[in-house]
């Protein structure tokens, strides 16, 4: 029995991480709408709970899932901790005495309640008080209506409004200029703006270095070279190589031994992991933790498929394909920045190849697409272990986020 879940992450207005919502499916072969509501509650929090840790699918940040009415007067918000998850009321409970007194009852035990796909009706002023956040649909709310129900909630100061369906930049600065508090979307993995952003120094040697290591059998006079032309990342190479995941008998006295002691394979994760962190000063911490598990992701499946005799391949594009979110412009304009293997720039710009099937099978996984992720495990034969990769890529990023925090 596998358990399937994926999550979405949830921005404030500085684009920071403040939780997660958790979407289920009842395995590959079925879509939530044919899964009855019940059943996927009951099987997702059985599931964090027993089969993958909560804190795991969530890195410690709040889990935003969504209860029916059945699931409600049962009483399952209980059995989680009142700051691990966000009870999110779903669209389809109708307002009433019973539902009205379970909101009391949740919110004098502390939990944080809030009302998922909002339809505005006179009855739900009744709950206000003892409401959090209030989500509502940008695309299927049109602005009028979005302003009556902001108009109705200004004496409810302490409701916070989170904007779902955020897709694109237009309707995140729409939603922010609004007022709303809180962010769900796709909107952070798309360019926000193009432009041409200059590659300082330290950025165009990680960028040459990724080129180098980009082919199976790496130039190690070269790789070294570069190094030793940036005083920065010469140390930061150094303390990697020093730290304790690797057992030696010796401290790294040189960048060349520094360079074996990790291997290849270790080389090109901390190249991408420091060129994502370098350059995406300004962005979200979720921006280069999707990046992460995209690229862990893609490279668990690589090694699971056998199809590449240098599975690193797998990683990097996984790393790069949000790299256009990360410099603000068309990944046509970062590719010609990056000189990357031509196998990656096929994946990445034209969608074609092995390494772009694992990557359409990551951002599926991302959206809890399980149908259109079954077919692409069938097609590649990848058998049962995929969501077990999935599950392992997030426990890996969770790892190695501290890493990227210290970096920034």
Same mark, same amino acid.
């Given at each position: 029995?596998?358990?399937?879940?994926?999550?979405?992450?949830?921005?404030?207005?500085?684009?920071?991480?403040?939780?997660?919502?958790?979407?289920?499916?009842?395995?590959?072969?079925?879509?939530?709408?044919?899964?009855?509501g019940?059943?996927?509650t009951?099987?997702?929090?059985?599931? /964090? !709970?027993? @089969?993958?840790?909560?804190?795991? $699918?969530?890195?410690?940040?709040?889990?935003?899932?969504?209860?029916?009415?059945?699931?409600?007067?049962?009483?399952?918000?209980?059995?989680?901790?009142?700051?691990?998850?966000? +009870?999110?009321?779903?669209?389809?409970?109708?307002?009433?005495?019973?539902?009205l007194?379970?909101?009391?009852?949740?919110?004098?035990?502390g939990?944080?309640i809030?009302l998922?796909?909002?339809? =505005?009706?006179? +009855?739900?002023? =009744?709950?206000?008080?003892?409401?959090?956040?209030i989500?509502?649909?940008?695309?299927?709310?049109?602005?009028?209506?979005?302003?009556?129900?902001? %108009?109705?909630?200004?004496?409810?100061?302490?409701?916070?409004?989170?904007?779902?369906?955020?897709?694109?930049?237009e309707?995140?600065?729409?939603?922010?200029?609004?007022?709303?508090?809180?962010?769900?979307?796709?909107?952070?993995?798309?360019?926000?703006?193009?432009?041409?952003?200059?590659?300082?120094?330290?950025?165009?040697?990680?960028?040459?270095?990724?080129?180098?290591?980009?082919?199976?059998?790496?130039?190690?006079?070269?790789?070294?070279? +570069?190094?030793?032309?940036?005083?920065?990342?010469s140390?930061? $190479?150094?303390?990697?190589? @020093?730290?304790?995941?690797?057992?030696?008998?010796?401290?790294?006295?040189?960048?060349?031994?520094? &360079?074996i002691?990790?291997?290849?394979?270790?080389?090109?994760?901390?190249?991408?992991?420091?060129?994502?962190?370098?350059? /995406?000063?300004?962005?979200?911490?979720?921006?280069?933790?999707?990046?992460?598990?995209?690229?862990?992701?893609?490279?668990? &499946?690589?090694? /699971?498929?056998?199809?590449?005799?240098?599975?690193?391949?797998?990683?990097?594009?996984?790393?790069?394909?949000?790299?256009?979110?990360?410099?603000?412009?068309?990944?046509?304009? +970062?590719?010609? %920045?990056?000189?990357?293997?031509?196998?990656?720039?096929?994946?990445?710009?034209?969608?074609?190849?092995?390494?772009?099937?694992?990557?359409?099978?990551?951002?599926?996984y991302? !959206?809890?697409?399980?149908?259109?992720?079954?077919?692409?495990?069938?097609?590649?034969?990848?058998?049962?272990?995929?969501?077990?990769?999935? =599950?392992?890529?997030?426990?890996?990023?969770?790892? !190695?986020?501290? $890493?990227?925090?210290?970096?920034?």
């Amino acid at each position: 029995m596998y358990f399937y879940a994926a999550r979405q992450p949830i921005l404030d207005r500085d684009k920071k991480l403040i939780g997660y919502e958790l979407l289920f499916r009842d395995g590959v072969d079925n879509v939530f709408p044919d899964i009855d509501g019940d059943e996927a509650t009951t099987r997702l929090i059985e599931g /964090s !709970q027993f @089969n993958f840790g909560l804190e795991d $699918l969530t890195d410690n940040k709040p889990a935003y899932i969504n209860f029916t009415l059945e699931t409600l007067l049962k009483g399952y918000p209980t059995l989680l901790g009142k700051d691990t998850i966000v +009870v999110e009321i779903l669209e389809t409970v109708q307002p009433g005495k019973r539902l009205l007194a379970i909101v009391k009852d949740l919110k004098d035990k502390g939990y944080t309640i809030a009302l998922d796909d909002y339809i =505005h009706q006179p +009855v739900w002023r =009744h709950f206000y008080p003892f409401i959090d956040i209030i989500k509502i649909d940008f695309l299927a709310s049109d602005i009028d209506t979005i302003k009556t129900v902001l %108009k109705d909630l200004k004496p409810h100061s302490h409701i916070k409004l989170l904007a779902e369906k955020v897709e694109t930049y237009e309707i995140y600065q729409q939603a922010l200029e609004l007022g709303f508090d809180y962010f769900q979307g796709f909107f952070f993995s798309k360019p926000e703006m193009v432009q041409s952003k200059a590659l300082p120094p330290s950025e165009m040697a990680l960028a040459e270095l990724l080129y180098e290591t980009s082919s199976v059998d790496m130039d190690l006079k070269k790789i070294t070279n +570069v190094f030793e032309r940036d005083v920065n990342l010469s140390y930061k $190479l150094l303390r990697y190589s @020093n730290s304790a995941a690797f057992a030696r008998r010796a401290e790294i006295s040189t960048i060349k031994q520094a &360079l074996i002691v990790l291997g290849a394979n270790e080389i090109k994760k901390l190249l991408s992991l420091l060129f994502a962190a370098q350059v /995406s000063a300004d962005k979200p911490v979720e921006l280069i933790r999707l990046s992460l598990t995209r690229a862990r992701f893609g490279e668990l &499946l690589a090694i /699971s498929h056998g199809q590449f005799k240098d599975t690193g391949m797998a990683f990097l594009t996984g790393m790069m394909s949000l790299m256009d979110a990360i410099l603000d412009e068309s990944m046509e304009s +970062v590719m010609k %920045k990056l000189p990357l293997s031509n196998d990656i720039k096929a994946a990445l710009l034209n969608d074609e190849g092995l390494l772009a099937k694992y990557l359409s099978l990551v951002k599926y996984y991302e !959206q809890a697409n399980w149908s259109a992720a079954n077919e692409i495990t069938k097609e590649l034969n990848l058998g049962e272990k995929v969501p077990d990769a999935y =599950h392992e890529a997030l426990a890996w990023v969770n790892e !190695q986020m501290q $890493l990227i925090v210290n970096e920034k």
